[in-house]
């Protein structure tokens, strides 16, 4: 039985026709699949139909045909029978992959996703992403033939939707897939999509177009003959064989001619084009030699794309020529297999290798096609420039993420939400509270995938937090948090440097406000700063003491009356209050964990600001040997803040036990930041858990509470 035209939409294809076509290059069985797949898929959209009016099954039917003339394996084409099952019928992935293989269950399933992520922005910048993102999210270079195949079929039958909606489609399939399929160099479905695409979004354009080539056609039609009768004698007489061709113009290629290049019409229609096959490399050239000697080459217009192949394993030789009427000839010379590859690009590989090995993965066909180019291009002994782009392009190492605008914003892999906010602005990113991905609440540090949508929740006055540092992937990123932090450690230095310096000027009635100018002199130069932030700076993280500078602005004499321990009657009367947000320059210490509430004590550390201990830890009585260092310190009255403190407990053991202690805690409103549990013995167990509470009289109520539990028993501050 001969196989319809395809291109012609009142025929009706069955699934005997595909079998058919299988059936020249499948093995049998391989065909059986694809015939239990058409009744799966047939009776998965029973009931539902297409805008035109046909059963639905109609469309993926004619989708696997496209592919079947392809010569796809069979998977391929299974995939292209079940591509709307998952989206438009109640039959899930994982049933796909029970009755025809997790393979084949992935393919539909990534074009599934392909169907799903929308396309709005208008921008080229945004459609390039867009394309990229597309190859990106495919593991398997087929999702994207099928995704193609289902494409073209529409856009074969766009004719039966409503006219905002052709547009929007032809749109996409101008700016998105008729772009993907001349980057893999499938360029007769790209053809074919460009022509479609034109007449749905330029139906005017494409009508008056089509009218002038009309006109010109007898004429041209004449004139091309003459040159392919011209061109096929003189072959013969140099015992060339060789099939010529005379091609016509494409419209959508003559309008965008006319368009990018603002040439007139009769400009682009002064073109003859003709395409010339043969079998042999050795022969393409020695045509070339021919038809320059037939006819002038234009300087400059000619290309050797046999040895210099084109991005995506085009091979060709281009030349322009001048004849005796005045219009110009555009040649091409190449091999029969360079046409293939011309027409079919990264299909071209399963043609050439089915049969064989089919249970190849398409990835590894990918990889084995960019492999035959690179080496076509070693062979030629060019950049390999050219092969990187398209395995950026089928390979990438980038994420390319939705804005909730509809933008796409491209990121290294692994980058996060965090990145993603520098990414839009560093102002989001420094004020970035939480994100939804997906329209889902997610914690920052959450590792974002090609095609999510991302919506970035911030607050003003919210700052960076040092923790983002651990899983920042971005420069941008890192560079923001580093700085911002640096930022706050040099102002909070400046502030407590300031309040240290004053503490001590104070026991002599002198307070940093009111020091003259003199003074400012005096302890710039002796010290050898350039101004006073400089000084504060210094003592706040540490690096100069206060009562030094000190001692220069009250002068030598009564600097020597200046008491060196800090813990004289006079220095209490004045201490240094702390409020507990000074994060970067006052640190509490790890050993006693004082807070809010509790007696402490502080001293200065070289570097690091100031830290705190409890009055009566240990550690802190280590340092009383260094009283020039100790700082007198009090809390606030209102403190913000939460602060760590471990507290541990004596539990019978018993199951659940530690989830019944953590409600407790959190029932007081107290984080839980770590748990450690020990068991004692069989019937007991000692937990200790390090809590943030705001002060000592929270620390209370939660230790009353979790005490009032009958499987704790002793419960405790832990200091160590
Ligand atoms: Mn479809």
Request: proline letters at 3%.
């Amino acid at each position: 039985m001969a196989v319809p035209e395809y291109r012609d939409s009142n025929d009706v294809f069955l699934i005997s026709d595909l079998c058919l076509m299988l059936e020249k290059y499948l093995k049998h069985d391989e065909v059986t699949e694809v015939y239990q797949a058409y009744l799966f898929g047939a009776e998965a959209h029973d009931g539902q139909h297409r805008m035109s009016g046909e059963p639905y099954i109609y469309h993926p039917l004619a989708a696997a045909r496209i592919l079947a003339e392809m010569h796809m394996d069979h998977k391929s084409i299974i995939a292209a029978i079940l591509h709307d099952v998952i989206e438009d019928t109640k039959h899930a992935k994982d049933e796909i992959a029970k009755l025809f293989g997790d393979e084949v269950a992935d393919l539909v399933d990534g074009v599934s996703k392909l169907t799903n992520i929308q396309f709005e922005s208008k921008a080229e910048a945004q459609a390039e992403n867009f394309r990229k993102m597309m190859l990106a999210m495919v593991q398997d270079i087929r999702v994207i033939l099928v995704k193609l195949a289902d494409r073209l079929h529409n856009m074969r039958t766009l004719g039966a939707l409503r006219s905002d909606k052709r547009r929007k489609i032809a749109r996409e399939t101008l700016e998105i897939y008729a772009p993907i399929a001349m980057r893999l160099g499938m360029n007769t479905i790209r053809l074919e999509l460009e022509e479609l695409g034109f007449v749905a979004l330029y139906p005017m354009r494409c009508r008056i177009l089509k009218e002038a080539v009309r006109k010109t056609g007898g004429d041209r039609k004449e004139v091309v003959t003459k040159i392919e009768i011209k061109i096929q004698e003189r072959l013969k007489q140099e015992d060339i064989i060789a099939s010529v061709v005379g091609r016509e113009k494409h419209l959508y290629s003559i309008y965008l001619k006319m368009f990018s290049k603002a040439l007139s019409f009769h400009d682009v229609m002064d073109v003859y084009a003709f395409r010339i096959l043969v079998d042999s490399v050795d022969m393409c050239y020695r045509v070339l030699g021919v038809i320059h000697n037939l006819y002038k080459p234009v300087p400059g217009r000619f290309k050797d794309y046999i040895a210099i192949p084109k991005t995506n394993g085009y091979q060709s030789l281009h030349t322009v020529l001048f004849s005796s009427k005045g219009f110009s000839l555009e040649v091409q010379i190449r091999t029969k297999d360079m046409d293939k590859v011309a027409n079919a690009g990264i299909a071209a590989h399963w043609l050439y290798k089915s049969g064989k090995d089919s249970s190849n993965s398409a990835q590894i066909r990918a990889r084995q096609w960019l492999k035959s180019l690179l080496e076509m291009q070693q062979f030629a002994g060019n950049s390999m420039e050219f092969l990187e782009n398209v395995k950026i392009d089928l390979f990438p190492d980038e994420v390319y993420i939705f804005t909730p605008k509809g933008d796409i914003l491209e990121l290294p892999r692994g980058a996060t939400a965090v990145d993603f906010a520098y990414a839009v602005h560093t102002d989001v990113g420094n004020q970035c509270v939480a994100v939804k991905i997906d329209r889902v609440l997610m914690p920052l540090r959450t590792k974002l995938y090609n095609g999510q949508k991302i919506e970035i929740i911030t607050a003003s006055g919210a700052n960076p937090n040092p923790v983002w540092l651990d899983f920042v992937n971005t420069v941008k990123a890192r560079t923001n948090i580093r700085h911002y932090l640096k930022n706050l450690q040099k102002e909070e230095s400046i502030s407590l440097g300031k309040r240290l310096l004053d503490k001590c000027l104070s026991v002599y009635g002198e307070s940093v406000k009111s020091l003259s100018d003199e003074n400012i002199t005096k302890v710039l130069t002796q010290l050898n700063y350039s101004n006073m932030n400089k000084i504060y700076e210094e003592i706040g993280l540490g690096n100069q003491l206060a009562f030094v500078a000190a001692r220069i602005i009250i002068g030598d004499d009564k600097g020597k009356a200046l008491p060196v321990d800090p813990q004289s009657s006079e220095k209490t009367k004045n201490p240094l209050y702390i409020k507990g947000t000074e994060n970067t320059v006052v640190q509490f210490a790890r050993c006693c964990r004082p807070i809010p509430g509790d007696s402490i004590i502080a001293y200065v550390s070289a570097g690091r600001g100031i830290v705190v201990h409890a009055q009566d830890c240990n550690n802190a009585q280590e340092f009383v040997d260094k009283p020039e260092k100790w700082i007198d310190i009090q809390w606030e009255s209102e403190v913000d803040g939460n602060f760590s403190v471990e507290i541990k407990m004596m539990v019978k053991n018993q199951r659940g036990i530690l989830a019944t202690v953590a409600a407790a805690v959190a029932e007081k409103d107290a984080n839980i930041e770590n748990v450690d549990m020990d068991e004692r013995d069989g019937l007991h167990s000692a937990i200790s858990f390090l809590i943030s509470v705001k002060d000592r009289k929270h620390l209370a109520n939660v230790i009353r509470h979790v005490r009032r539990l009958k499987l704790v028993y002793r419960i405790s501050r832990v200091r160590r």
